[in-house]
C-alpha cells in the first residue's frame, strides 16, 4: 500500500492540470481506504482547477515554508544543498532511473514517484524531518495540500520522536544560511 500511497501522492502534490482532474476515479479506487488522500480527492471534486492552480502557486512557489524541494530544508541555501542534490541524482541512477525533468531531484512529487517505482522507502525516511516540517506548515495555513504529506508521512516508521524533535528544531531556526561571495561591492574603494 505504500507504493500507492506514494504514487498518487506523487500525482496531488504537483502542479494540477486537467490530466490530474481526468485521473481523480482512478487515484480515488488505487487508494480506496486511505483516509487522507481520500478526503484530498473530495477536496479535488469540490474545487475548480484554476481555483486549484491559484491555491498551489500560492502556497508551494510563493511561501519558502511550503517547500517542495526536500534538500532546502536540511542544506537551505547552502554550498551543501548542491552536494545533496548531486548525490541524490547518483542515487536514482544507481537505481536505474534517469531523471529526465527540468526540476530539481529533490522535488517531493519526483522524490514520491521514485520511491514508488524504485523501493526508495529508505530515501523517504531519511527525509522525514523535511516531510514533517512542510507537513506542519501546510496545516498551520489550513491548506487541503498538508493531506497527501500527511498520508506519505503515515507510511513511514514511527513516528520517531528523534525525527520530530529535528522538524521542529528545523521549523524553529530555519535552513541554515550561508553567506560565501555575498560581500558588498567596494566599487573601488580601498579596503
Known amino acids: 500500500m505504500s507504493a500507492l500511497v506514494w504514487q498518487a501522492a506523487s500525482l496531488l502534490l504537483s502542479y494540477p492540470d486537467a490530466a490530474l482532474y481526468e485521473r481523480r476515479a482512478m487515484l480515488r479506487e488505487a487508494v480506496a481506504g486511505e ?6 480527492l473530495d477536496h479535488l471534486d469540490a474545487v475548480a482547477l484554476p481555483e486549484l492552480a491559484a491555491h498551489y502557486v500560492e502556497v508551494f512557489d510563493l511561501r519558502r515554508r511550503c517547500c517542495l524541494y526536500l534538500t532546502y530544508y536540511t542544506d537551505g541555501d547552502t554550498r551543501r544543498r548542491g552536494e545533496s542534490l548531486a548525490a541524490l541524482k547518483a542515487r536514482y541512477r544507481a537505481a536505474g532511473a534517469e531523471l ?5 531531484p529533490d522535488f517531493l512529487p519526483i522524490v514520491l514517484e521514485f520511491a514508488a ?3 526508495g522507502g529508505a530515501l523517504l525516511t531519511e527525509n522525514r524531518p523535511g516531510l514533517e516540517l512542510l507537513r ?11 493531506l497527501p504529506v500527511r498520508a506519505v508521512c503515515a507510511t513511514l516508521p514511527g513516528p520517531s520522536p528523534r525525527d520530530r524533535a529535528e522538524a521542529q528544531r528545523l521549523a524553529r531556526s530555519g535552513p541554515p544560511t550561508e553567506n560565501v561571495g555575498l560581500e558588498p561591492f567596494t566599487l573601488g574603494a580601498p579596503r
Request: zero cysteines; a negative charge.
Open 35 to 40: 483516509p487522507h488522500l481520500a478526503r484530498f
Open 100 to 104: 529526465d525533468s527540468r526540476e530539481l
Open 117 to 119: 517505482l524504485h523501493g
Open 136 to 146: 506542519m506548515a501546510l496545516e498551520d495555513r489550513g491548506s487541503p495540500y498538508a
